[in-house]
């Protein structure tokens, strides 16, 4: 569901971030989703391969693998559920596309950054876990470019390192995030559902930070750092019980 706040430079913020995020892995194989198969991540026939960033697409019976970028796009006329196996590693996973994509079941491993690109018109949901690399952990990104339309995480995450969030993002599990710490690297929203409560501790940096609560409760019980705003939108009721130290402006 598209949705919209009161930060209108986001979109500029959000293109620049992206473009910034597709520079982390641009020698790498292009993947795209062809839906040819089952809802099955590692069904045969499911994926096409660029080897040319883009240009030339081949049909593989190959999934991706850990250093390769992934593009869930429009090659599907309908909504669609992907079923991981047991443990997923790709380098970075994008959405692209005007239908929603669900991936349910496994998990991810070692994904530096989930997108939504700019010229994504639905809403996308990762209702699968997503994990640090266990021999080298590192921080995960979470981008949503489209300024409107979401990017939900619902899984029972286990990153451990740093949260660095963009955009609009549908919170739909209390550890989201895992034990890591949430970075601001623009200006950010988070939609609480009702129950909900983040202990991570976050850095706001200098960006501005809304909280949408609409029914019910939503808490955070981590430490507010830096000095970025803050700002509670929506009717329910939103609880701040960390020693806070953001110095910004709170809007309720």
Do not use: C
Not at 166 to 189: P, R, Y
């Amino acid at each position: 569901m598209r949705k919209n706040f009161t930060l209108l430079t986001t979109n500029f913020y959000l293109l620049l971030t992206f473009l910034v995020v597709i520079q982390f892995n641009i020698l790498a194989a292009q993947y795209r989703w062809s839906g040819a198969g089952s809802g099955n991540w590692n069904t045969n026939g499911n994926w096409e391969k660029s080897s040319d960033g883009g240009a030339t697409w081949e049909n593989t019976s190959v999934p991706p693998t850990s250093s390769d970028d992934v593009t869930l796009g429009n090659l599907i006329s309908e909504d669609i559920t992907i079923t991981l196996p047991s443990q997923v590693e790709i380098q970075n996973l994008y959405f692209n596309s005007t239908k929603s994509y669900e991936i349910t079941g496994g998990s991810f491993s070692g994904v530096t950054a989930f997108v939504l690109n700019p010229t994504n018109t639905a809403d996308q949901t990762i209702s699968s876990d997503i994990s640090d690399d266990q021999a080298t952990p590192g921080n995960v990104t979470f981008v949503n470019a489209t300024g409107g339309y979401f990017l939900n995480i619902s899984g029972n995450n286990s990153i451990s390192t740093e949260s660095h969030i963009d955009g609009f993002l549908g919170i739909n599990h209390s550890l989201a995030f895992g034990t890591s710490k949430i970075v601001l690297d623009f200006n950010s929203s988070l939609i609480l559902q009702s129950g909900i409560s983040l202990s991570n501790d976050i850095n706001t940096s200098v960006y501005p930070l809304i909280v949408d609560v609409s029914l019910g409760t939503g808490t955070l019980s981590g430490v507010l750092s830096e000095s970025g705003s803050l700002e509670k939108t929506g009717a329910g009721t939103l609880v701040l019980s960390g020693a806070n130290t953001f110095a910004g402006v709170t809007t309720i």
